[in-house]
């Protein structure tokens, strides 16, 4: 639910996906080689080294502003930001002030109320990464700190929010749709380490702004808000006035912390960046084409396969998981779709989390198969689970897979079909065995039969088909009365 009064705003810094860095030619693939090595005069800020703009990568921020619905300004420009810290080398960022790439725009998610709300955008900038500094201990109490410049000179977007957020799950559900956004349009990869910083905004109606810095993670993010909100809280039920100012999120701790020194009293004295002309990009931003987007692939999930509105935004929330249902649906030509999408969206992804596991080591052919299986109702929905259960811990396992059909049939999970002697004698079992539920029963009590068939099935080790269970039992029952 929104919170009363809670006002949030978010600037997210993503880096975009290219090969070589905003203005020099390193590459950008560095977390895995040691520090310093991805380097050259340019990111290093040796005098007289001069940038080059990437082309690419104003592209990749150039679609970002158009999937966003911003304005693209005709002309935009570079800055210096100038400010002393260990890890910015050239003691100036070069990234955009006065004149953005793309003002405006607006995302679209699911309010707190259910329906659909704008987040309005302030505008869309490019900039440079700084470098990364490793303390050796922690930052107060370490001895020395590390710089590594393979990340400076990394592109960045940084995308400014209006104050549009009203709850900590608003913020999140504004950051799951960028990013989903963002990957739609190649431009992306929330894998990476790193590759999405967040500082949020966060004031209660009529009290000062506080401001959480670099938020590494998703749920990071959520976190920091909601604690924010229960202290900001706190100081004026106690008649205090909350102060503005900077803090800090304390991952381990899932608490905020101020900021000793004031940084936003910093005057970074920006000035045009002498080294590189402005940016003219009308027709180049008329020439780009966007590929489908997840609004437009979540309407098409709903006239084209019938999915529910709610499986429907869960399946295109995430571009893998978009694909991978495409492809389930695709191995049957006779179309599975709301069955395949049941599956994914209410048991694969829950079954997955629960073993911290991701998307790409479950094979879509596979998957197809099991959907397949339940879709000839070979099997019931429990042994279903228990077949999907036994797929991903053989892949946890590193063990040789098997076909589902391969585990119906080892498991013996098959439901008997025609012949429903063994369900009977399960029924009469149940019925000698239970005189309270039946008298219950019999009473009119809600709930009895329920008991009375979750033992059937327990007798039968979930293989029984409900349809014929309810009506056998049913049927007995009655006799049983008369
Ligand atoms: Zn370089």
């Not at 006035?241 to 009293?265: A, D, Y």
């Not at 399946?315 to 492809?327: D, S």
């Amino acid at each position: 639910m929104a919170e009363d009064g809670v006002i949030v705003g978010l600037e997210v810094h993503c880096q975009l996906d290219t090969k070589s860095k905003l203005f020099c030619g390193c590459s950008t693939d560095y977390r895995s080689d040691g520090p310093n090595t991805h380097v050259c005069p340019v990111c290093l800020g040796l005098p007289g080294a001069m940038p080059v703009i990437n082309k690419r990568s104003i592209d990749y921020a150039m679609k970002v502003a158009k999937a966003l619905n911003c304005r693209v300004l005709p002309e935009s420009e570079f800055s210096r930001k100038n400010y002393f810290y260990p890890d910015l080398d050239k003691a100036y960022q070069i990234t955009q002030y006065d004149k953005p790439l793309a003002e405006g725009g607006y995302l679209e998610i699911e309010s707190d109320e259910g329906g659909e709300k704008r987040v309005q955008l302030t505008r869309i900038h490019v900039e440079e990464d700084p470098g990364r500094l490793v303390h050796m201990g922690n930052a107060e109490r370490g001895r020395y700190s590390l710089v590594d410049y393979n990340r400076a000179g990394i592109p960045l977007i940084e995308i400014v929010s209006e104050p549009d957020m009203r709850s900590p799950r608003e913020a999140r559900k504004f950051l799951n749709k960028l990013r989903a956004t963002l990957e739609y349009l190649s431009v992306f990869d929330s894998e990476k380490e790193g590759s999405l910083r967040v500082d949020a905004n966060i004031s209660i109606r009529g009290s000062e702004r506080v401001e959480i810095k670099n938020i590494s993670s998703y749920k990071g993010v959520e976190k920091a808000l909601t604690f924010e909100i229960t202290r900001q809280k706190n100081l004026l039920r106690r008649g205090q006035r909350v102060e503005r100012e900077t803090r800090h999120f304390i991952e381990s701790t899932g608490i905020t912390q101020s900021s000793r020194s004031k940084e936003q009293e910093h005057d970074y004295r920006y000035f045009p960046e002498p080294d590189l002309r402005p940016l003219h990009v009308q027709s180049w931003v008329e020439d780009i084409v966007l590929p489908e987007l997840p609004d437009a692939r979540r309407e098409r999930f709903i006239t084209q396969y019938g999915c529910s509105l709610n499986h429907a935004r869960t399946l295109t929330g995430e571009l893998k998981l978009a694909n991978f249902f495409e492809r389930i649906v695709a191995a049957d030509p006779k179309g599975f779709s709301t069955l395949a999408a049941t599956w994914i969206a209410d048991t694969l992804i829950g079954e997955l989390n629960y073993r911290s596991m991701n998307l790409d080591s479950m094979d879509a052919a596979r998957f197809a198969e099991l959907v397949g299986i339940l879709r000839q109702e070979a099997i019931t929905d429990k042994s279903g689970i228990e077949v999907l259960r036994v797929m991903l811990d053989q892949l946890l396992k590193n063990e040789p897979p098997e076909t589902p059909a391969a585990i119906v049939s080892r498991l013996n999970l098959a439901k008997s079909t025609g012949d429903t002697s063994a369900l009977s004698a399960a029924i009469n079992e149940v019925i000698s065995e239970n005189g309270k539920a039946i008298a219950d029963y019999h009473a009119g009590k809600s709930g009895a039969l329920n008991f009375l068939v979750g033992q059937v099935m327990k007798k039968t080790r979930g293989k029984a088909d409900p349809g014929d269970l309810n009506r056998l039992l049913v049927e007995a029952l009655t006799q049983r009365e008369v």
